[in-house]
């Protein structure tokens, strides 16, 4: 089974500022079998990256994804207050399919 | 537009059964080659896939909980089902239905979510 390694656990950061989350596979992944996700409290989780890079519809030009092999980043550009929640990367595999890392919260500094 | 919601008991006895149905809205439950699955994500803690299942009946589960495990399909009512058995406090989360994208796909990923049903093992 691959693990997915997310660092930091928590990111505190300011409106405006730059953050990068990370999420490290335990194998060598396919970039098309990465996607990222937001989760809000009490929501569901928002797919924002899939393709390791590509944004899924309605995600704002700010929130950028990249990597490749066991590296993976997310990057959000220039943070605003509703970008201030949990994040997950995703991979696939045969068995299980669809494993999680296990989150980064990035909180208002 | 399209969208899923989860329905069930909130409370389930220890040793006892988890059922859940998603239902499925504003699109077709059979007329894609989308499959439809469950996640679960404990109190405070990340994601789960459980398993997928396409409207044919084709079942993939998480090996961790294929024992005890039943997704089923009803394409009259555009609903999807989740039956875990012997269920244990281990098994108190917010359960999700999703869809995610079918094997053999080239990105892989879970698009529309549900809103969540937190279900309870106590007895």
């Known amino acids: 089974e691959i693990v997915l390694t997310q660092s930091p656990g928590t990111l505190s950061l300011s409106p405006g500022e730059r953050a990068t989350l990370s999420c490290r596979a335990s194998?060598?992944?396919?970039?098309?079998?990465v996607a990222w996700y937001q989760q809000k409290p009490g929501q569901a989780p928002r797919l924002l990256i899939y393709g390791a890079s590509i944004r899924a519809t309605g995600i704002p030009d700010r929130i950028s994804g990249s990597g490749s092999g066991t590296d993976f980043t997310l990057t959000i550009s220039r943070l605003e207050p509703e970008d201030f929640a949990v994040y997950y990367c995703q991979q696939y595999e045969s068995s299980p399919p669809y494993t999680f890392g296990q989150g980064t919260k990035l909180e208002i500094k | 537009q399209l969208q899923l919601r989860e329905s069930g008991p909130g409370l389930v006895k220890p040793s006892e059964t988890l059922s859940l149905t998603c239902t499925i809205s504003?699109?077709?439950?059979?007329?894609?080659?989308?499959?439809w699955g469950w996640i679960r994500q404990p109190p405070g803690k990340g994601l789960e896939w459980i398993g997928s299942i396409y409207y044919t009946g084709n079942t993939y589960y998480n090996p961790s909980l294929k024992s005890r495990l039943t997704i089923s399909v009803d394409k009259s009512m555009n609903q999807f089902s989740l039956k875990l058995s012997s269920v244990t406090a281990a098994d108190t989360a917010v359960y999700y239905c999703?869809?995610?994208?079918?094997?053999?796909?080239?990105?892989?990923?879970?698009?529309?979510w549900g809103r969540g049903t937190t279900v309870t093992v106590t007895s």
């Open positions: 194998q060598t992944v396919p970039s098309s079998y």
């Open positions: 504003g699109g077709s439950f059979t007329s894609s080659s989308y499959y």
């Open positions: 999703a869809r995610p994208s079918p094997p053999g796909s080239y990105y892989y990923y879970m698009d529309v």
